[in-house]
């Protein structure tokens, strides 16, 4: 955020307690990990799907991606 020029430090906007790097802010935030617990929870009980909440999940938004190259068929 500080190299946006959007703050004038490089905490994380959300918790203001650690460096906001992208993993952080999208992925090891603690005001985030909860949001991406229900979202892979609600994916798995609508698709009968066993996915895992991993960095590569939330940072790249591959849920659709996931989803889309898994062996059930939806």
Do not use: Q
Not at 8 to 20: F, K, Q, S, V, Y
Not at 50 to 64: D, G
């Amino acid at each position: 955020m500080a190299r946006l020029k959007i703050r004038n430090d490089d905490l994380c906007w959300r918790c203001n307690t650690d460096i906001g790097t992208m993993v952080h802010m999208l992925y090891e935030c603690d005001k985030v990990k909860e949001l991406w617990e229900k979202i892979v929870h609600f994916v798995n009980n609508i698709f009968s799907l066993t996915l895992h909440k991993n960095p590569a999940l939330s940072s790249s938004c591959s849920v659709c991606f996931s989803l889309l190259t898994t062996s059930k068929t939806i």
